[in-house]
C-alpha cells in the first residue's frame, strides 16, 4: 500500500520552531490529501493541519498564525512549519494522507488512507 515517515520532532524551548516533515512511500496512483493530527497524553488525536492536492489547507483554531503546512506533490511530501511553540502544542504529531494505490493487479488502483508511526513534539516552559 502507502507507507508514511515522518522526521523532525525534537525537544524546543517555548517560542522555538521547528519543521516538520512526512514523505509518501509505495504504489502511488494519486494523493488527494494530507494532513497532520496530534495526539497529547490522555487526550484525544486532533487535526492540527490539513492540505488537498489543489493547495487548499485548514488549521486548527490553536494554531493558526503560527503553523504553515506545505506540500511538495513532486516528492509525494508534506511539511509542517510549526513557530512560536507553547507548552500546550507538545504531543506526538502523526501525518495522515489518502489517495489512491496500484493494487498490483493490472492497472487496478484502490482507495487508501495511511497513517505514518509518529514524531514526538516536546515544548519546554
Known amino acids: 500500500q502507502v507507507q508514511l515517515v515522518e522526521s523532525g520532532g525534537g525537544l524546543v524551548q517555548a517560542g522555538g520552531s521547528l519543521r516538520l516533515s512526512c514523505a509518501a512511500s509505495?504504489?502511488?496512483?494519486?494523493?488527494?490529501?494530507m494532513g497532520w493530527y496530534r495526539q497529547a497524553p490522555g487526550n484525544q488525536r486532533e487535526l492540527v493541519a490539513s492540505?488537498?492536492?489543489?493547495?487548499?489547507?485548514n488549521y486548527a483554531d490553536s494554531v493558526k498564525g503560527r503553523f504553515t503546512i506545505s506540500r511538495d506533490k513532486a516528492k509525494n511530501t508534506v511539511y509542517l512549519q510549526v513557530n512560536s511553540l507553547k507548552p500546550e502544542d507538545t504531543a506526538v504529531y502523526y501525518c495522515?494522507?489518502?489517495?489512491?494505490?496500484?493494487?498490483?493487479?493490472?492497472?487496478?488502483?484502490?482507495?487508501?488512507?495511511?497513517w505514518g508511526q509518529g514524531t514526538q513534539v516536546t515544548v519546554s516552559s
Open positions: 495522515n494522507a489518502n489517495g489512491a494505490y496500484y493494487t498490483g493487479t493490472g492497472s487496478q488502483i484502490a482507495a487508501f488512507g495511511s
Open positions: 509505495g504504489s502511488i496512483f494519486s494523493i488527494h490529501a
Open positions: 492540505i488537498t492536492s489543489v493547495g487548499i489547507t
